[in-house]
């Protein structure tokens, strides 16, 4: 499971299963209508090579998938690798807080509209009741 994900992750990051790389596969497929998944891949290397000619790739459909293969590798083995390891516990951290406080808070005050401002003004406002309360706890 988490092999897929990272799989799937890396190759939407990197536009990998975009029209520009395989060619248009959701249109393809609708014009084949296949039976069997032998037809359809015989009907999509025969696309493949055409949409490779007109795009001045030099690769047999095959191999061409290969080397998005190998570029997805090198992405993940290299570029992602990399960008875990500077991935520090205070940044998992200090994402959980803005992600449940921040982004939620931005949210929900988005989806309210025009009251953003006033919704706003009452959360200010709590926050201040907080304060005096807390204040004459302490005193």
């Not at 790389?21 to 037809?39: A, F, L, M």
């Not at 290969?66 to 200090?94: F, H, P």
Request: charged share 35%; hydrophobic share 35%.
């Amino acid at each position: 499971m988490a092999k897929e994900w990272i799989l799937n992750m890396a190759t939407n990051r990197w536009g990998l299963n975009k029209k520009d790389s395989v060619g248009p596969v959701s249109e393809w497929i609708r014009e084949c209508s296949p039976k069997t998944v032998n037809e359809w891949e015989i009907f999509y290397f025969n696309k493949l090579k055409e949409f490779l000619t007109l795009k001045n790739v030099n690769f047999e459909p095959y191999e061409y998938l290969e080397y998005l293969g190998k570029k997805l590798y090198i992405k993940i083995t290299e570029v992602i690798r990399a960008e875990i390891e500077e991935v520090s516990e205070n940044d998992c951290v200090e994402y959980i807080y803005n992600l449940v406080i921040n982004r939620t808070f931005e949210g929900f005050s988005i989806k309210k509209g025009d009251k953003k401002e006033i919704y706003n003004k009452e959360v200010i406002e709590q926050i201040k009741d907080c304060i005096k309360t807390l204040k004459s706890l302490k005193a």
